[in-house]
């Protein structure tokens, strides 16, 4: 929109186009949160739906290969420079964990019967394993941070104690392994020569899902059925919705507000997966789950606060 109030030569059509980008600066922060809150939260769900009847590494490489492919031919159309083979080479250490650690597992988990609802309470204790892994680079979680550390283990182990997680192993591995390997190239991205921008979103959704299908194909995934109509829906949700829009709407934010308001999704992301698990999944979640969870988020708050005061 600013680009065509830009280019206008008629004044009057200039202050249509100023009044537009005025509109859009001023929605832009609610707009963004909203995909941030409802897209995201949603996201785990639709995993499960799209995993139904799709191997979970080989969707995951699919929908970010995609998504990713679609980023990087619409950046380089717009005239942003190549990366270089240095930023590739970041990219793609970091694509590893984010993309294949961080979501593929998840995907993993969820297709092992993990809940969409548990799925998204774990993968909220991804701050706290930031202000962990920053000691590795120098930074030690103060006194506070520490307590939200202490705190948040604790719900972790009363959420694991959950049914459907307490006879379900690997899946409680994967879904607490799966944060870890966010929060680490989180915390290691700082410290990488990275493309600028959404490009670098677009490298490491490439890169990450050249290792989600390879692994995918080593481990004896195949397609070997047509892909059911809700699986379909799902993954083009996914790619579109939950890749795209979702983080060039986080890469939005980090540049306009606050990073606690920014990284605000990790309180709230929770609570709209576990009601739509409970409301569209027909998913249940045992007495336990509602003391862990709010230990969780509470840690969470806790640690992103006392980031927050330096």
Request: glycine residues 14%.
């Given at each position: ?45 639709a ?52 993309i ?5 597992l998840?995907?993993?988990a ?5 809940s969409?609802g548990l ?13 962990f892994?920053?000691?590795l ?5 103060k ?8 705190l948040g283990m604790?719900?972790v ?7 459907s997680?307490?006879?379900n ?12 390997c966010?929060?680490?190239g989180?915390?290691?991205s700082?410290?990488?020569t ?5 490009m ?7 890169t ?18 047509w892909?059911?109509?809700?699986s379909l ?26 990073p ?29 789950a509602?003391v862990a ?11 992103a606060?006392s980031?927050?005061?330096g």
């Amino acid at each position: 929109m600013l680009e065509i109030a830009l280019g206008m030569n008629s004044s009057g059509s200039s202050l249509k186009s100023a009044s537009s980008a005025s509109s859009l600066s001023k929605w832009g922060v609610p707009l963004a949160l909203f995909a941030l809150y409802f897209i995201w939260g949603s996201t785990y769900l639709a995993i499960r739906f799209a995993v139904e009847t799709l191997p979970p590494l080989l969707m995951a490489g699919i929908r970010f290969g995609l998504a990713g492919a679609l980023l990087y031919g619409y950046l380089r159309w717009r005239g942003t420079p190549a990366p270089s083979r240095t930023e590739w080479w970041g990219a793609a250490r970091i694509g590893v964990l984010l993309i294949f650690g961080g979501n593929g597992l998840v995907t993993l988990a969820e297709s092992r019967g993990v809940s969409s609802g548990l799925a998204a309470t774990m993968v909220a204790v991804m701050p706290l394993g930031a202000a962990f892994w920053s000691g590795l680079f120098g930074r030690w979680p103060k006194v506070l941070e520490w307590g939200g550390l202490v705190l948040g283990m604790i719900g972790v182990v009363l959420l694991s104690r959950d049914g459907s997680l307490q006879g379900n192993p690997f899946g409680l591995v994967l879904i607490l392994a799966a944060p870890l390997c966010w929060s680490f190239g989180t915390v290691w991205s700082k410290h990488l020569t990275l493309p600028r921008g959404i490009m670098a979103s677009a490298t490491q959704m490439l890169t990450g899902s050249v290792v989600l299908v390879a692994v995918g194909l080593l481990t004896g995934e195949r397609l070997t059925q047509w892909p059911s109509s809700h699986s379909l829906w799902a993954l083009l949700y996914l790619i579109f919705f939950g890749s795209i829009v979702a983080f060039s709407a986080y890469l939005y934010l980090v540049g306009k507000v606050a990073p606690t308001l920014a990284t605000s999704y990790a309180y709230v992301n929770p609570v709209v997966a576990l009601l739509l698990g409970a409301w569209l999944g027909g998913e249940t979640i045992g007495a336990g789950a509602w003391v862990a969870i709010p230990l969780i988020l509470g840690a969470v708050g806790i640690v992103a606060w006392s980031q927050s005061r330096g």
